[in-house]
């Protein structure tokens, strides 16, 4: 006799089974749209690939997800003394998926930390490991970009200066921010007590005192999490 667990784990599993093949499915359709449809387009066109740039494609697939992965694992192990190839690349997973399904790939480290907290990790921490990991992104972006307008001059033309200087500063701007509200808990506070009292006005929070504690106890645990 099957168990109400055994039940409910069967029907997750096929749930998830379902939700991939939907991803497939769709992926497969609009290939189909784009490429399959036009005046243009022929089987023979549609066949004419060099398989090698395909298996060079899946092969930095798997090294980004490699990379992630471990970087995970080892953030995971410094946070919560927990060594976890199969959590890290869970994490890692559902960062690089988010983010490719939200606008301005905005979902993935909110849904890391909401896979975190469901896996038992205390809120500051889940939150603090899914920045800890954009930030060492952002960090090594910003390496590689400076490396190339200093030294690449053959590379970065003269009308294309200008807008990567300025989109090098906006990149920098974000982590620095998030840096800086981490390591001023005091105006983090301030910014957090006024919008929940705005929340509150707004009947969108019951208990804002309550509501406020809560969220600040998690800003100290991120903060702890974070150093």
Partial sequence: METEAEKKKRKKRLGHILFILLNVAVIGVTAYIEFGTGKTASKENMLDVNMWYLFLVLGCFLICIASETMKYVIIIRHTTGVWSLREGFMVAITGKYYDFITPLSAGGQPFQAIYLVHRGIETGTATAIPIAGFLTRHAAFIIIALVVL???????????????????????????????????????????????????????????????DSIIRALHSYIISLK
Avoid: M, Q
């Fill in 150 to 212: 200093i030294f690449g001059g053959s590379v970065t033309s003269n009308t294309l200066l200008i807008p990567a200087i300025f989109g090098l500063f906006c990149v920098i701007l974000v982590p620095l921010a998030i840096i800086f509200f981490g390591l001023a808990p005091k105006v983090t506070e301030a910014v957090i007590h006024w919008v929940v009292y705005a929340l509150a006005k707004l009947k969108l929070v019951k208990d804002p005192a309550g509501r406020e």
